[in-house]
């Protein structure tokens, strides 16, 4: 690991909590909540880590978080993710999580906004890492069911700055959920939505004119439009990519064919994240360096993509000058 890429203080804006469970961990809880898994031990869990799409993912990825069940079980997975990402240097995170994956479950929502906030907090007053928290809808559910998830979230939603949209992307347009977002809007939550990661260019124009987002989680597919690539870059709209997650759900086959250094030389506002790290072979630091490595990226490149993210997140403008 290059000691730049190690040192370079870091703001992570895409990053599942739910995809930060390791496989020791989705055993741990497992033992702890005397739920049986479909498979026999760690090494059974890492070897369906083979990936061919998102959706192939996304099986995997439902079936590891239904070991979370208490308060406690969410405060520790976040914790440890807070503990990796200290020890990477991420100054700030903005992390979502997926509430209708838990409350289909019975678990309360109390429970699992609670228990991320908890450990939140706690990493904030002993580390002083700053971060916000994004209620996603998962998209290939229905629209109906997102409302609801709105409705159950207004006791927590101090706790909440944004809502996201993530999940099986292609089928499930950023159309769907137009009067939710508009909802949304009005009760003051920021917006981003994944467009443009497996679905087409369509999707991230979609998210931009109905939903009104402000950020675009992904948005590689932005590389075969370029008109779409010209408004990105004059508009500033962050793309918030995720390399290894790339790699592995084969969105590239080859981490040197990478559109990142293409987008961000056309002006884009593109940004460094680890998306679901226990699954994609790396946090913070493995994404930077896969761009080192794979994609020749030089530091200059890298630290240009960091400041981005510092331009691109939800702090203040006080607080994002402590952080250059
Ligand atoms: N949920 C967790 N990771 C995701 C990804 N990369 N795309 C869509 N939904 C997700
Ligand atoms: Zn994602």
Redo the contacts with the bound molecule.
Sequence with gaps: MSTFINELPKVELHL?I??TLEPEMVFALARRNGITLDYADEGALKAAYDFKD?QS??DV?YQGMQVLLTEQDFFDMTWAYLERAHAERVRHTEI?F?PQAHTDRGVPLAAVIGGIHRALEQARQQWGLSSRLIM?FLRHLSEESAFETLHHAEPFRHQLSGIGL????KGNPPSKFVRVYAAAREQGFRLVA?AG?EGPPQYIHDALDLLKVERI??GVAAVHDRHLMERLARERIPLTV?PL?NLK?RVVEHMGEHPMLKLLHAGLCVTVNS??PAYFGGYMNANYQALQQGLGATDGELLQMALNSVEACWLSPEEKAVLT
């Design positions: 599942h739910e995809g998102l993912f996304l990825y979502f997926d996603s993530d999940s099986s992307e994944h990661e989680d992904h995720c997650s759900l998306d679901d």
